[in-house]
């Protein structure tokens, strides 16, 4: 291993790094945001939404990212829609992690008992209370290991975006190995920048997780 | 649209022999996952702090390791650095069976922790010796809990082999690209209708597979 190589090539991985970082938490953002729309559009039946939800949360969950890029990305130009690399990877991670996250929210609005919307009603609070104080939160706190698992889960899907020309880590390491054939040193930045990017996220989201857990038995 | 290429020679049959291959590489690492990792799983259970340790290594960096940059380390890595030379496919079943026997031993691990006290003490106190409760009454729930929660590990494998094109193995996406390239003056726009059909392939193979997995885990839910 040689450690000159390694200084020169970080400025290269620091770039790529936080082109991956951003294009990952934009992506988990919109993720969160798809989620729980349709999550509330399933739980609350909604007519022709929930239905909608349903097909849109097959069709992402059972085909992998690397094929809905090559769509969103090569597919849909064909037929007049162009979208710059980066917005594909955001919107690709978006959708996918979408339609993981709305069976997060939805199985923990499902599983929070009766009892509690009966015992809120019976307290005097109305329907709208009673969701945004009592079920949301109940359901949102059950939802946190699921939540986290799908952010460590997206965030390690970035690595496919190099296939669309991204610029990101996984790119910068086989362009490297390419042009210098240093593999090992290419190598080891990458695992490098990899821990950097997830370890604090994993480390947090246990802790958070039994933070969580104390509350929702209420001890 | 571009659907026409698809028509055209054997187009059609070369993708579906291009999902077969990805089919093929994940349903062997599958099945290598769903042994080892049921191994692993039962000596997670076993409290001792050398093994528990060595398994928490091994599953954290499972955990935060994209399976793209153990593709890459296990492909090029071992052959710049050991002069190991692997073929892709090797390269790909090795990388796949070392994340999904992580995944499968998490899940063997979370059941059998999962099993209440009281089923051991009842089975003792009726006389069971050990072996006989975990024959009769441990093997049976773990079973029922376990074959869902493998169904879907499955379906994430199919899934997670679309990333073989990326160390030169010619699946169904890369066969997709050369019918695409191939065809470039006649169908520019083949692209749209072939990604599209990859994409409809996919779920084709992992859906029915899904349904089976909720289908179980509703009917043997308790």
Known sequence: ?219 | MGFEVLLKGNNALRLLMGLGVALRISLISAVISIALGTVFGVLMTLKKPAITAFFRIYLETVRIMPQMVLLFIVYFGATKARGINLTAETAALIVFSFWGSAEMADLVRGALQGIPKIQYESSTSLGLSTMQTDRYVIGPQIIRRMIPLSINLITRMIKTTSLVMMIGIVEVLKVGQQIIEANRKVSPNAAFGIFLVIFLLYFAACWPISLLAKYLERKWEN
């Not at chain 1, 729309?37 to 059972?62: D, K, T």
């Not at chain 1, 240093?182 to 490098?192: D, Y």
């Open chain 1, 1 to 219: 291993m040689n450690f000159d190589v390694i200084t020169s090539y970080i400025p290269l991985y620091t770039e790529a790094f936080f082109l991956t970082i951003r294009i990952g938490w934009t992506g988990i953002g919109l993720a969160l945001f798809i989620g729980v729309f349709v999550a509330f559009a399933q739980h609350f039946r909604v007519p022709v939404l929930a239905r909608i939800a349903g097909i849109y949360v097959e069709l992402f969950r059972n085909t992998p990212l690397l094929c809905q890029l090559f769509f969103l990305y090569f597919g849909l130009p064909k037929i007049g829609i162009t979208i710059p690399a980066e917005t594909c990877g955001t919107l690709g991670l978006g959708l996918l992690g979408g339609s993981y996250m709305a069976e997060v929210f939805r199985s923990g609005l499902g599983s929070i008992p009766v009892t509690q919307e009966e015992g809120a009603l019976a307290l005097g609070l109305t329907r709208r209370q009673m969701f945004t104080y009592v079920v949301f939160p109940e359901a949102l706190s059950l939802s946190v290991p699921g939540i986290v698992g799908n952010m460590i889960f997206l965030l390690k899907e970035t690595s496919v975006f190099s296939a669309i020309s991204l610029m990101d880590l996984m790119f910068t390491a086989k362009d490297l190995i390419g042009l210098y054939y240093n593999t090992t040193e290419a190598l080891f930045l990458l695992v490098i920048f990899y821990i950097i990017m997830l370890l604090p996220v994993s480390v947090l989201g246990s802790i958070l997780e039994n933070k969580v857990k104390i509350r929702t038995y209420g001890a």
